[in-house]
């Protein structure tokens, strides 16, 4: 069985890994914010560190979807020409 | 409903083809303490808790089905290209014969997976103590996991799942105590 190798146009550089590991990383905090306040709803600071941290998410997550293509579908994400949600890589190929 | 995200969690890398250790790992995956269990307990719990909890349970429910992707991930890579000859080696011999490649939901013995493995008491204290035990017995099966394996790689996303169980098993300890409150607050009216 051979991986699927990501197409020409989606080429996982170093570029890619460092971008997608970023969002990890905010995307991260903002789980672990969501289940702290999950038991912790009154907690200010932990809501303003997740509003801050969602905002800087979905600013690296344009960045990301205009090079490398959708994150998210059935809208939440907008959709290239031609349809692209369905290229590689999926995330157990990198 | 839920929507997809396109990455991982947390990345997963592996840096050798070792399908001795996807049987193991396969634990976490179909077996009683792994994260179809895991996913299936709090979504199928959180119809039923009170109003309180709902919403960690559901998040927590919702985290498990990504934890379950980094294990097939583990799984994927660690097997993808082993021939048969390895796959009979590593004691995938049965699980080739049947299923090639693919992955299956059983337990690193081979037994399928059971909806028995959880339970839905409708009893919130109840339910949020079996949360808990599941939790700390991933942690415990995470650590045996990590003692069997070398790889360095592997061993960083399995080192995140083991920490994740940690922090859930102590948002769930968290929820006991705001239901406890609850309860007691009711009493008084």
């Known amino acids: ?94 | 409903m839920w929507v997809y995200e396109k990455k991982l969690q947390y990345p997963v890398r592996v840096s050798k083809c070792d399908p001795m250790m996807a049987k193991y790992l396969i634990e976490q995956y179909g077996g009683a303490d792994g994260e179809l269990a895991a996913a299936l307990r709090y979504l199928n719990q959180r119809y039923t808790l009170p109003e309180k909890v709902i919403g960690l349970v559901n998040d927590i429910g919702t985290e498990e089905l990504s934890h379950l992707e980094m294990i097939a991930t583990m799984v994927y890579k660690l097997t993808k290209d082993a021939t048969a000859e390895q796959m009979k080696e590593a004691g995938l011999g049965a699980h080739y014969a049947s299923h090639d490649k693919a992955l299956y939901f059983n337990d690193a013995s081979g037994n399928p997976f059971s909806a028995t493995y959880f339970t839905a008491k409708g009893d919130p204290i109840a339910d949020l103590y079996e949360d808990i035990a599941a939790e700390e017995k991933a942690r415990a099966t995470y650590q045996w996991l990590i003692n069997m394996t070398d790889d360095t790689d592997l061993i960083d996303s399995l080192t995140f799942l083991r920490e994740r169980e940690i922090i859930h098993s102590q948002r769930f300890r968290e929820a006991v105590e705001i239901i406890k409150d609850d309860q007691s607050t009711k009493k008084v009216f």
Request: proline share 7%; aromatic share 14%; charged share 15%.
């Open chain 1, 1 to 94: 069985m051979t991986e699927k190798q990501p197409s020409k146009q989606n080429e996982t550089t170093q570029a890619y890994y460092t971008l997608l590991e970023q969002i990890q990383a905010l995307d991260f905090v903002l789980v672990e914010l969501t289940l702290y306040l999950g038991t912790h709803p009154e907690d200010s600071q932990a809501i303003q560190q997740f509003n801050t941290t969602s905002l800087q998410s979905n600013q690296l997550k344009q960045q990301y979807q205009q090079l490398y293509g959708p994150l998210y579908q059935f809208g939440a994400s907008p959709s290239g020409t031609p349809w692209n949600w369905k290229d590689a890589p999926w995330p157990w190929q990198v």
